[in-house]
Protein backbone atom coordinates (compact mmCIF):
# COMPACT_ATOMS: atom_id res chain seq x y z
CA UNK A 1 0.00 0.00 0.00
CA UNK A 2 1.02 3.55 -0.57
CA UNK A 3 -0.68 7.01 0.03
CA UNK A 4 -2.90 8.50 -1.93
CA UNK A 5 -4.43 12.60 -2.65
CA UNK A 6 -6.12 14.59 -5.65
CA UNK A 7 -5.96 18.11 -6.50
CA UNK A 8 -7.25 21.22 -7.61
CA UNK A 9 -10.91 21.90 -8.33
CA UNK A 10 -13.67 19.69 -8.52
CA UNK A 11 -16.60 19.85 -10.35
CA UNK A 12 -19.82 21.71 -9.69
CA UNK A 13 -23.13 19.33 -10.31
CA UNK A 14 -25.43 20.76 -12.55
CA UNK A 15 -27.66 22.25 -9.81
CA UNK A 16 -25.04 23.53 -8.07
CA UNK A 17 -23.87 25.36 -11.92
CA UNK A 18 -27.04 26.46 -12.02
CA UNK A 19 -27.02 27.92 -8.53
CA UNK A 20 -23.81 29.88 -8.95
CA UNK A 21 -25.78 31.42 -12.43
CA UNK A 22 -28.48 32.62 -10.74
CA UNK A 23 -26.74 33.68 -7.37
CA UNK A 24 -29.71 32.19 -5.86
CA UNK A 25 -30.54 32.22 -2.26
CA UNK A 26 -29.50 28.58 -1.27
CA UNK A 27 -26.11 28.46 -2.96
CA UNK A 28 -23.89 28.57 0.34
CA UNK A 29 -25.97 25.53 1.48
CA UNK A 30 -25.53 23.70 -1.45
CA UNK A 31 -22.15 24.60 -2.08
CA UNK A 32 -21.19 22.96 1.37
CA UNK A 33 -23.00 20.22 0.94
CA UNK A 34 -21.47 19.12 -2.29
CA UNK A 35 -18.47 19.99 -0.43
CA UNK A 36 -19.31 17.79 2.53
CA UNK A 37 -19.73 15.04 -0.03
CA UNK A 38 -16.54 15.09 -1.83
CA UNK A 39 -14.98 15.58 1.81
CA UNK A 40 -16.60 12.87 3.27
CA UNK A 41 -16.16 10.33 -0.33
CA UNK A 42 -12.16 10.87 0.15
CA UNK A 43 -12.15 9.49 3.46
CA UNK A 44 -14.25 6.52 2.20
CA UNK A 45 -12.18 5.95 0.43
CA UNK A 46 -9.19 6.07 2.70
CA UNK A 47 -7.01 8.60 0.66
CA UNK A 48 -3.91 9.09 2.22
CA UNK A 49 -5.03 12.98 2.60
CA UNK A 50 -7.27 14.72 1.93
CA UNK A 51 -8.26 18.11 -0.14
CA UNK A 52 -10.68 20.79 -0.10
CA UNK A 53 -12.80 20.26 -3.40
CA UNK A 54 -12.18 24.15 -3.89
CA UNK A 55 -16.21 24.24 -5.80
CA UNK A 56 -15.98 28.30 -4.29
CA UNK A 57 -12.67 29.03 -5.94
CA UNK A 58 -13.81 30.22 -10.00
CA UNK A 59 -9.96 29.22 -10.46
CA UNK A 60 -6.80 28.74 -8.64
CA UNK A 61 -5.86 31.70 -8.86
CA UNK A 62 -8.97 33.64 -7.89
CA UNK A 63 -8.23 34.03 -4.10
CA UNK A 64 -5.03 36.17 -4.95
CA UNK A 65 -7.15 38.95 -6.24
CA UNK A 66 -7.88 39.95 -2.61
CA UNK A 67 -4.19 40.84 -2.02
CA UNK A 68 -2.62 44.21 -1.78
CA UNK A 69 -1.89 45.92 -5.28
CA UNK A 70 -3.80 43.24 -7.24
CA UNK A 71 -6.41 43.74 -9.90
CA UNK A 72 -8.37 41.52 -11.72
CA UNK A 73 -7.70 41.79 -15.56
CA UNK A 74 -9.74 39.92 -18.31
CA UNK A 75 -10.31 36.60 -18.52
CA UNK A 76 -8.18 33.82 -20.68
CA UNK A 77 -8.41 30.34 -21.67
CA UNK A 78 -6.51 27.79 -19.42
CA UNK A 79 -3.74 26.44 -21.76
CA UNK A 80 -6.05 24.68 -24.37
CA UNK A 81 -9.02 23.16 -21.73
CA UNK A 82 -12.33 24.93 -22.04
CA UNK A 83 -12.11 26.84 -19.33
CA UNK A 84 -10.58 30.25 -18.48
CA UNK A 85 -9.33 32.07 -15.60
CA UNK A 86 -9.10 35.82 -14.50
CA UNK A 87 -5.71 37.37 -15.41
CA UNK A 88 -4.33 39.24 -12.50
CA UNK A 89 -1.97 42.12 -12.58
CA UNK A 90 0.47 43.12 -9.56
CA UNK A 91 0.81 46.47 -9.72
CA UNK A 92 2.25 47.75 -6.67
CA UNK A 93 6.14 47.28 -4.67
CA UNK A 94 4.78 44.43 -2.44
CA UNK A 95 2.14 42.20 -2.48
CA UNK A 96 2.31 39.66 0.30
CA UNK A 97 -0.52 40.51 2.45
CA UNK A 98 0.18 38.69 6.32
CA UNK A 99 -0.42 34.98 4.65
CA UNK A 100 -3.90 33.74 5.14
CA UNK A 101 -5.54 34.28 1.71
CA UNK A 102 -5.10 30.56 1.19
CA UNK A 103 -6.17 29.74 4.44
CA UNK A 104 -9.19 31.62 4.97
CA UNK A 105 -10.37 30.15 1.45
CA UNK A 106 -10.62 26.51 2.59
CA UNK A 107 -13.20 24.62 4.48
CA UNK A 108 -13.26 24.39 7.90
CA UNK A 109 -14.10 20.70 8.23
CA UNK A 110 -11.18 19.20 6.63
CA UNK A 111 -9.61 16.62 8.85
CA UNK A 112 -6.11 16.47 10.46
CA UNK A 113 -4.20 13.87 6.84
CA UNK A 114 -4.97 16.82 4.69
CA UNK A 115 -3.09 18.59 1.80
CA UNK A 116 -3.20 21.81 -0.46
CA UNK A 117 -2.27 22.75 -3.90
CA UNK A 118 -1.58 26.48 -5.08
CA UNK A 119 0.71 27.02 -8.60
CA UNK A 120 4.00 27.58 -8.03
CA UNK A 121 6.20 30.99 -8.59
CA UNK A 122 6.91 30.45 -12.52
CA UNK A 123 2.90 29.25 -13.30
CA UNK A 124 2.25 32.01 -11.46
CA UNK A 125 4.28 34.42 -13.46
CA UNK A 126 3.49 32.82 -16.93
CA UNK A 127 -0.22 33.34 -15.95
CA UNK A 128 -0.68 36.52 -14.57
CA UNK A 129 0.41 40.35 -14.92
CA UNK A 130 2.79 43.02 -13.18
CA UNK A 131 3.18 46.68 -13.79
CA UNK A 132 6.36 47.25 -11.61
CA UNK A 133 7.80 43.83 -12.36
CA UNK A 134 8.93 43.92 -15.96
CA UNK A 135 11.68 41.25 -16.23
CA UNK A 136 10.10 38.23 -15.50
CA UNK A 137 12.61 37.14 -13.47
CA UNK A 138 11.51 39.82 -10.94
CA UNK A 139 8.33 39.25 -11.11
CA UNK A 140 8.64 35.07 -10.38
CA UNK A 141 11.24 36.09 -7.33
CA UNK A 142 8.31 38.20 -5.90
CA UNK A 143 5.51 35.68 -6.26
CA UNK A 144 7.61 33.00 -4.56
CA UNK A 145 8.05 35.40 -1.89
CA UNK A 146 4.64 36.60 -1.93
CA UNK A 147 3.60 32.59 -1.44
CA UNK A 148 6.14 31.75 1.38
CA UNK A 149 3.59 32.93 4.31
CA UNK A 150 1.04 31.44 2.67
CA UNK A 151 2.23 28.21 2.82
CA UNK A 152 4.08 28.98 6.59
CA UNK A 153 0.40 29.42 7.57
CA UNK A 154 -0.91 26.64 5.76
CA UNK A 155 1.55 24.01 7.46
CA UNK A 156 1.17 25.77 10.95
CA UNK A 157 -2.35 25.10 10.53
CA UNK A 158 -1.48 21.18 10.09
CA UNK A 159 -1.51 21.15 6.20
CA UNK A 160 1.21 18.23 5.72
CA UNK A 161 2.04 18.23 1.88
CA UNK A 162 1.93 21.37 0.03
CA UNK A 163 1.35 20.58 -4.42
CA UNK A 164 2.70 23.08 -5.76
CA UNK A 165 1.36 23.09 -9.43
CA UNK A 166 3.76 23.37 -12.60
CA UNK A 167 1.50 23.22 -15.88
CA UNK A 168 3.63 25.82 -17.20
CA UNK A 169 6.66 23.90 -16.63
CA UNK A 170 5.46 21.43 -18.76
CA UNK A 171 3.56 23.67 -21.26
CA UNK A 172 6.29 25.88 -22.20
CA UNK A 173 9.00 24.28 -24.28
CA UNK A 174 12.03 26.24 -22.95
CA UNK A 175 12.06 27.11 -19.36
CA UNK A 176 14.56 28.82 -17.16
CA UNK A 177 15.50 26.14 -14.30
CA UNK A 178 17.91 28.97 -12.76
CA UNK A 179 15.13 30.88 -11.99
CA UNK A 180 12.64 28.34 -10.86
CA UNK A 181 15.10 26.48 -8.24
CA UNK A 182 15.88 29.77 -6.56
CA UNK A 183 11.98 30.87 -6.67
CA UNK A 184 11.19 27.28 -4.42
CA UNK A 185 13.95 27.90 -2.53
CA UNK A 186 12.26 30.38 -1.09
CA UNK A 187 8.74 28.40 -0.41
CA UNK A 188 11.13 25.39 0.71
CA UNK A 189 14.17 26.37 2.77
CA UNK A 190 13.22 25.37 6.46
CA UNK A 191 9.67 24.32 5.57
CA UNK A 192 8.58 21.68 7.70
CA UNK A 193 5.63 19.85 5.19
CA UNK A 194 6.29 18.02 2.35
CA UNK A 195 6.36 20.02 -1.30
CA UNK A 196 5.59 18.03 -4.33
CA UNK A 197 5.70 19.64 -7.64
CA UNK A 198 3.12 18.24 -10.45
CA UNK A 199 3.98 18.85 -13.71
CA UNK A 200 1.28 18.51 -16.31
CA UNK A 201 -0.63 19.58 -19.72
CA UNK A 202 2.96 18.41 -21.55
CA UNK A 203 5.26 15.95 -22.01
CA UNK A 204 8.48 16.78 -19.79
CA UNK A 205 11.07 13.55 -20.51
CA UNK A 206 13.57 16.06 -21.28
CA UNK A 207 13.20 18.03 -18.52
CA UNK A 208 13.41 15.45 -15.66
CA UNK A 209 17.02 15.59 -14.83
CA UNK A 210 16.41 19.24 -14.50
CA UNK A 211 13.56 18.55 -12.62
CA UNK A 212 15.05 16.26 -9.72
CA UNK A 213 17.46 18.92 -9.07
CA UNK A 214 15.19 21.41 -8.13
CA UNK A 215 14.64 22.12 -4.54
CA UNK A 216 11.40 20.41 -3.44
CA UNK A 217 10.85 16.49 -1.51
CA UNK A 218 9.18 15.39 -4.53
CA UNK A 219 7.73 15.40 -8.36
CA UNK A 220 4.28 14.45 -9.53
CA UNK A 221 3.50 13.66 -13.21
CA UNK A 222 0.91 13.33 -15.67
CA UNK A 223 1.15 10.18 -16.96
CA UNK A 224 -0.94 10.81 -20.11
CA UNK A 225 1.47 13.23 -21.54
CA UNK A 226 4.78 12.12 -19.66
CA UNK A 227 5.33 8.76 -21.03
CA UNK A 228 6.03 6.13 -18.05
CA UNK A 229 8.81 4.58 -19.64
CA UNK A 230 10.44 8.14 -19.70
CA UNK A 231 10.32 8.61 -15.80
CA UNK A 232 11.43 4.47 -15.51
CA UNK A 233 14.49 6.11 -17.00
CA UNK A 234 15.56 8.16 -13.78
CA UNK A 235 16.02 6.99 -9.76
CA UNK A 236 13.91 8.93 -7.46
CA UNK A 237 15.78 7.62 -4.19
CA UNK A 238 16.10 10.69 -2.93
CA UNK A 239 12.53 12.55 -4.16
CA UNK A 240 9.20 11.36 -3.38
CA UNK A 241 7.15 9.96 -6.48
CA UNK A 242 3.59 11.08 -7.20
CA UNK A 243 1.90 9.40 -10.29
CA UNK A 244 -0.63 10.84 -11.65
CA UNK A 245 -3.09 7.70 -12.36
CA UNK A 246 -6.44 8.83 -12.52
CA UNK A 247 -7.20 10.48 -16.04
CA UNK A 248 -9.35 13.68 -15.43
CA UNK A 249 -9.62 13.91 -19.28
CA UNK A 250 -12.01 11.56 -19.92
CA UNK A 251 -15.12 9.69 -18.25
CA UNK A 252 -13.60 6.24 -18.32
CA UNK A 253 -13.11 4.80 -15.19
CA UNK A 254 -9.89 3.24 -14.51
CA UNK A 255 -9.40 -0.67 -14.13
CA UNK A 256 -7.88 -0.52 -10.87
CA UNK A 257 -5.68 -4.11 -11.34
CA UNK A 258 -4.62 -2.23 -14.29
CA UNK A 259 -3.19 0.66 -12.96
CA UNK A 260 -2.03 -1.29 -10.01
CA UNK A 261 0.44 -2.95 -12.39
CA UNK A 262 1.55 -0.27 -13.95
CA UNK A 263 2.13 1.99 -10.26
CA UNK A 264 4.14 -1.11 -9.09
CA UNK A 265 6.40 -0.96 -12.49
CA UNK A 266 7.32 2.40 -12.17
CA UNK A 267 8.02 2.33 -8.53
CA UNK A 268 10.32 -0.84 -9.16
CA UNK A 269 12.14 0.89 -12.08
CA UNK A 270 12.37 4.23 -10.05
CA UNK A 271 12.70 3.29 -6.75
CA UNK A 272 11.04 6.20 -4.84
CA UNK A 273 11.76 7.68 -1.28
CA UNK A 274 7.88 7.52 -1.07
CA UNK A 275 5.49 6.86 -3.17
CA UNK A 276 1.98 8.47 -3.83
CA UNK A 277 -0.96 7.81 -6.80
CA UNK A 278 -3.61 11.40 -7.86
CA UNK A 279 -4.94 12.21 -10.21
CA UNK A 280 -3.35 14.11 -13.71
CA UNK A 281 -5.08 17.61 -13.45
CA UNK A 282 -8.18 19.24 -11.77
CA UNK A 283 -11.05 16.55 -11.24
CA UNK A 284 -13.22 19.23 -12.97
CA UNK A 285 -12.96 18.26 -16.84
CA UNK A 286 -15.40 15.57 -16.02
CA UNK A 287 -18.98 15.54 -14.34
CA UNK A 288 -19.63 14.85 -10.42
CA UNK A 289 -21.10 11.36 -10.72
CA UNK A 290 -17.68 10.16 -12.84
CA UNK A 291 -15.31 12.29 -10.74
CA UNK A 292 -16.73 10.58 -7.20
CA UNK A 293 -16.10 6.93 -8.86
CA UNK A 294 -12.73 8.26 -9.95
CA UNK A 295 -11.98 8.86 -6.28
CA UNK A 296 -13.08 5.45 -5.12
CA UNK A 297 -11.00 3.97 -7.39
CA UNK A 298 -7.61 6.05 -6.59
CA UNK A 299 -8.17 4.75 -2.83
CA UNK A 300 -8.56 0.94 -4.45
CA UNK A 301 -5.59 1.32 -6.44
CA UNK A 302 -3.42 3.00 -3.55
CA UNK A 303 -4.18 -0.17 -1.44
CA UNK A 304 -3.55 -2.67 -3.86
CA UNK A 305 -0.30 -0.91 -4.73
CA UNK A 306 3.06 -2.51 -3.24
CA UNK A 307 5.26 -0.27 -0.31
CA UNK A 308 8.12 1.29 -1.41
Not at 217 to 239: Q, V
Not at 256 to 272: G, L
Amino acid sequence: MISSYTFGIYPRSEELIEATRKNTENLDSLSQKETDEYINTQKNANLGFVSDPLLKWDDIFRPFSSLTSVNLSSLNRIYEMNTFYRILSFDGDDFTDGGNIVQSNLDSSLPKNKTIAIPEPFTFAELHTSKKFKKKDDFIINLAKMLRPEIDSLVESGFEVIQLLAPSIAYNKEVDFGVISDALKIITDGLNAKTILHTYFGDVSKKIESLLDLPVSGLGFDITTTPTNSIEKHSFSNKSLTIGIINSFNTAIEKPQECIKQVDEINANTKPKESYVSNNFDLEYVPKEFAMNKISVLGEIARGTKDV
